[in-house]
T-cell receptor
């Protein structure tokens, strides 16, 4: 079953703009991870944030985590056409030993 | 690090036939996971191995599904008596330790006609 939902389901922006995606989940977690998936391909890991962390950066990516609201956000700054993909949040829930529970994903389209 | 590989990349089969997929994880990774992804959805967990031991199975994994990892290296996922509802992308992932990122393979897309 899906852990929760991502918002928006689809996002279309122009190159150079920032993109923000939100993820909500339902249970307590060990960590939350963001993955990117290009059409019809496997998933690429972007960033992992642990339950005791509130913010993390990696290049043009910024992830926040609010465990009290059971939510996370992914910000991609200065987007590029190559960022066009689906983005998924995934949680490793407390007591579930490594398996990931994914959200429904956000489809990002970056146009020139 | 040659990445996670999966074979075949695409499989078309007729309803009722058996199919088998293979996953080769990153060589030093002792954890291996199978997920299933249907169109427009996020991946859903199927099963997980630590070395050769299958430690957890989702209720999605009906008795028509079986997974093995005989020597703690590659893994196979077999679906018997395929149904149209089995059509999906089957993803394999591996990791070195728990509570860390998982590396995903390119997936096997199954179409049951």
């Amino acid at each position: 079953s899906q852990q929760g939902e991502e918002d928006p389901q689809a996002l279309s922006i122009q190159e150079g703009e920032n993109a923000t995606m939100n993820c909500s989940y339902k249970t307590s977690i060990n960590n939350l991870q963001w993955y990117r998936q290009n059409s019809g391909r496997g998933l690429v890991h972007l960033i992992l944030i642990r339950s005791n962390e509130r913010e993390k950066h990696s290049g043009r990516l910024r992830v926040t985590l609010d465990t009290s609201k059971k939510s996370s956000s992914l910000l991609i700054t200065a987007s590029r056409a190559a960022d066009t993909a689906s983005y998924f949040c995934a949680t490793e829930n407390t007591g579930t030993a490594s398996k990931l529970t994914f959200g429904t994903g956000t489809r990002l389209q970056v146009t020139l | 690090d040659t990445g996670v590989s999966q074979d075949p990349r695409h499989k078309i089969t007729k309803r009722g036939q058996n199919v088998t997929f293979r996953c080769d994880p990153i060589s030093e990774h002792n954890r291996l996971y199978w997920y299933r992804q249907t169109l427009g959805q996020g991946p859903e967990f199927l099963t997980y191995f630590q070395n050769e031991a299958q430690l957890e199975k989702s209720r999605l994994l009906s008795d028509r599904f079986s997974a093995e990892r005989p020597k703690g290296s590659f893994s196979t996922l077999e679906i018997q008596r395929t149904e149209q509802g089995d059509s999906a992308m089957y993803l394999c992932a591996s990791s070195l330790v728990e509570r860390e990122k998982q590396y995903f393979g390119p997936g096997t897309r199954l179409t049951v006609t």
